[in-house]
């Protein structure tokens, strides 16, 4: 496992899909890249810059995906819906993924590890 400091498309490059790391050495990875175990203690406008960098930095590279999905002749949807790839680390359920449940911050401690899609 890589240790220290890790740019984000290395990162990519080692977990790629997600099936060659555990979510735990993802998890570390990740903090290589960025001290996720520490950003629950940023203020909430701190919080939302850090969330529109974020979003786009993934537009970004949304974007860039499709160009090369087009580039490679393969589709970017399913039945007329876009069809984008999905995280390659432990499953956070946000707001976007639990409908009316309430919300469980106990995912800021963990990281998601252990969860998965289904209920």
């Known amino acids: 496992m890589h240790g220290g400091n890790i740019d984000l498309l290395e990162l990519a490059r080692v977990v790629k899909d997600g099936g ?28 939302e ?14 974007l860039l995906w499709e160009f090369h999905r087009t580039e490679l002749n393969k589709g970017t949807t399913y039945l007329g819906h876009p069809r984008i790839p999905g995280s390659s680390g432990p499953f956070i359920d946000t707001m976007l993924t639990r409908g009316n449940n309430p919300p469980d911050y106990t995912q800021l401690e963990d990281f998601g590890i252990g969860r998965s899609l289904e209920p």
């Open 49 to 62: 810059w850090l969330f529109m960098a974020i979003t786009w930095l993934f537009d970004y590279t949304l």
């Open 20 to 47: 060659s790391v555990s979510e735990e050495e993802f998890i570390e990875l990740m903090q290589g890249v960025l001290p996720i175990d520490s950003l629950k203690d940023i203020t909430p406008e701190e919080s």
